[in-house]
């Protein structure tokens, strides 16, 4: 089945700087990748997702891009902001199976 | 707005106990999941139902047995708890089978003694 890992576990960016989480996954078929950002107390919650049709895609300070050949995708945010505090995740799918989830990145904003 | 809410939101149990967490959407959501997150595990789904009448096995579902009871509810057992149950877990919901946006509850926090 799938197998998505998830680089680093931990981030500490200072405020204004940019933050950079990797994923890899293993089945070339998946072709749906969600990030998913968690606050403390709360669940998971969608930010940006792309599709394998797709190489990047930004929404404001949010960008996601994938490499189908490498079989990696990573989120990228700029201009950090404390708010940006929390875990996240990536994830895969190919639409007919569940999403496979990788382990979080917990990513720390210092002000 | 309620979206997806879960009870209890805390639980202890004793092992061997057994209880159930609740779970139900007010979105006309056709799949509903069932995630436990453990530190470092990330989350790894349980059980889900992609539509109303059926149930799948997830990465994880041994110990677990789940009722998708209609539509809107989706409920999980544990019939004798472990200590290796302890755990956070989450209903999500989706609006179609495997795909798109995913809605989370806000969690059961389970200990196992």
């Known amino acids: 089945g799938e197998n998505v890992e998830q680089h680093p576990s931990t981030l500490s960016v200072q405020e204004g700087d940019s933050a950079v989480i990797k994923c890899t996954y293993s089945?070339?078929?998946?072709?749906?990748f969600p990030w998913y950002k968690q606050e403390l107390g709360k669940g998971p919650q969608l930010i940006i997702d792309?599709?394998?049709?797709?190489g990047e895609k930004k929404d404001q300070r949010i960008a996601v891009t994938l490499n189908k050949t490498a079989k990696h995708f990573s989120l990228h945010i700029t201009e950090t902001q404390p708010e940006d505090s929390a875990v996240y995740f990536c994830?895969?799918?190919?639409?007919?199976?569940?999403?496979?989830f990788g382990k979080g990145t917990r990513l720390s904003v210092i002000a | 707005n309620a979206g997806v809410t879960q009870t209890p939101k805390f639980q202890v149990l004793k092992t061997g106990q057994s209880m159930t967490l609740q779970c139900a959407q007010d979105?006309?959501?056709?799949?509903m999941y069932w995630y436990r997150q453990d530190p470092g595990m990330g989350l790894r789904l349980i059980y889900y139902?992609?539509?109303?009448?059926?149930?799948d096995k997830g990465e994880v579902p041994n110990g677990y047995n789940v009722s998708r009871l209609n539509k809107r509810e989706f409920s999980l057992r544990l019939e004798s708890a472990a200590p290796s149950q302890t755990s956070v877990y989450f209903c999500?919901?989706?609006?179609?089978?495997?795909?798109?946006?995913?809605?989370f509850g806000e969690g059961s926090r389970l200990t196992v003694l």
């Open positions: 999500a919901s989706s609006l179609a089978e495997n795909t798109g946006e995913l809605f």
């Open positions: 089945d070339s078929a998946s072709n749906y």
């Open positions: 139902s992609a539509s109303e009448g059926t149930t």
């Open positions: 994830a895969a799918s190919k639409g007919n199976t569940p999403l496979v």
């Open positions: 979105m006309n959501h056709n799949s």
């Open positions: 792309i599709r394998s049709n797709v």
